[in-house]
């Protein structure tokens, strides 16, 4: 007994030094990056009229396809002689974090800012969904779009479920490739209770709280009936909001899309369950859209230092500490 507490202290502490060190690491690489200056901030004006608030912005722009159906790409509006009315791009790739919800909001409001020289926004997604707050946010940046009187595309090539299509459902259009995944229309957490494996070396996890239901279910407390209650009833009522907003937005049987199930984006067409209204990749449909006119894909710039290291550190920091110390609703 007392070697199996001593190894599961070490692990502890191994992984709290690891924590540790990473943090120190990501820090030290802020400060770095930040005294030499990355990014650059862009020009804020451009002969487009394109205002750009936020110095991470880029604007690359495609003119419409010529008679020889060649795209023309320039990374400077101002480079082009005659600006037309044309198309706003924005690509999100999601994970359960959102972690791209900051930079998805700022082009919004780009977009927003420059709203006169667009006729539609177009947000490609590719995301299985995560936290519920973190996914209801980016919905509520989707209806942003909608509110700024625009129309607004949501095109899907790999997945958009669950809180991924959460944040299409604003759309005033969603398209999707025929193997996309689309749906899940549900509410999930998950976890390992510890309880009673603690309990088994003598460990008894202290608790305190200022309120009856500040604590239900939590992987170090012992599991009860009412508070597994509760729990449901949180899921429920976040499910109740997830199918408030579907049947804002879409026309659909709730009680045949709303089962947790998922489809794909030709299953949901063939079925005629209203979660898609076209077949198509973002690229087919783009290029489509890039026959008649320009198309303005909004970029954030980031900074080269934290691309790859930086990112995998800091998810990987706070996955650890969420699955060792919190419960996450997940849509």
Request: charge should be neutral; aromatic fraction near 8%; proline fraction near 3%.
């Amino acid at each position: 007994m007392e070697n199996l507490l001593n190894a599961l202290a070490g692990q502890v502490t191994g992984l709290l030094h690891l924590i540790f060190n990473i943090a120190l690491f990501v820090l030290a690489l802020k400060l770095l990056t930040k005294f030499l200056g990355f990014p650059a901030k862009l020009q804020a004006n451009d002969s487009c009229n394109m205002r750009l608030i936020h110095p991470t912005t880029t604007v690359k722009l495609y003119s419409r396809l010529d008679n020889t159906g060649q795209k023309k790409e320039t990374s400077k509006p101002s480079q082009v002689r005659e600006c037309t009315k044309g198309t706003a791009v924005i690509t999100f790739n999601g994970d359960v974090a959102a972690s791209g919800a900051d930079f998805l909001a700022e082009m919004v409001d780009e977009i927003i800012l420059n709203k006169e020289r667009f006729n539609r926004a177009v947000v490609v997604i590719n995301s299985p969904g995560g936290g519920v707050s973190q996914y209801g946010r980016l919905y509520a940046e989707m209806e942003r779009l909608v509110q700024a009187q625009l129309e607004l595309v949501s095109c899907i090539d790999v997945v958009a479920a669950s809180g991924g299509y959460l944040m299409a459902l604003p759309s005033t259009k969603i398209v999707a490739a025929p193997w996309a995944t689309v749906g899940s229309i549900g509410v999930v957490t998950e976890f390992i209770n510890f309880h009673d494996i603690l309990k088994n070396l003598g460990i008894t996890p202290v608790l305190v709280t200022a309120g009856k239901l500040k604590r239900t279910v939590t992987p170090l407390s012992e599991v009860k009936e009412e508070a597994l209650e509760h729990l449901k009833a949180q899921l429920e009522a976040f499910h109740s909001m997830f199918k408030s907003c579907l049947s804002k937005y879409r026309q659909v049987d709730l009680d045949a899309v709303a089962t947790g199930e998922f489809w794909t984006a030709s299953q949901a067409v063939e079925m005629d369950l209203g979660l898609v209204d076209e077949l198509a990749t973002s690229h087919q449909y783009l290029m489509n859209l890039n026959g008649s006119e320009d198309l303005f894909y909004f970029e954030h710039k980031v900074n080269p230092w934290e691309r790859r290291f930086t990112r995998f550190a800091i998810k990987a920091v706070d996955h650890a500490i969420a699955k060792l110390t919190e419960i996450h609703f997940h849509v």
